[in-house]
Nanobody, 125 residues
Framework: QVRLFESGGGSVQAGGSLKLSCSVV????????VAWFRQVPGNEREVLAS????????YAADSVKGRFAISQDPSFTMVYLEMRMLEPEDTAMYYC??????????????????WGQGTQVTVSS
């Protein structure tokens, strides 16, 4: 069973930066990719970025490309999302999730089977 724990959320002013962390507890190495998502109440969950184990392949959704970057530590036990030039529209609950079967850019929500509880990001104008 894979467990994920997000941290690093908080409140920031527009134009600021935050770095989110996702702790991946995966003793059987079932996770082959991890992605970050966000969700605003009443809206669908939106995929932001993904990274494959080993870090060789990583992808970002068009909506955040150039502002958000995903990375991992060498052991794949920590996955990060660095966010810069934050806007009020980035206010949401942010989640990380893992998948054992990863396809292409790994930006398909339905592929992810293990989820963290989320960390709130609030951007004020």
């Amino acid at each position: 069973q894979v467990r994920l724990f997000e941290s690093g959320g908080g409140s920031v002013q527009a134009g600021g930066s935050l770095k989110l962390s996702c702790s991946v507890v995966d003793y059987n190495h079932n996770s082959n990719c991890v992605a970050w998502f966000r969700q605003v109440p009443g809206n669908e969950r939106e995929v932001l970025a993904s990274i494959y184990r080993g870090g060789r392949w990583r992808y970002a959704a068009d909506s955040v490309k150039g502002r958000f970057a995903i990375s991992q530590d060498p052991s794949f036990t920590m996955v990060y999302l660095e966010m810069r030039m934050l806007e009020p529209e980035d206010t949401a609950m942010y989640y990380c999730a893992s998948a054992s079967v990863c396809r292409g850019s790994a930006l398909t929500l339905d592929d992810y089977t293990s989820w963290g509880q989320g960390t709130q990001v609030t951007v004020s104008s």
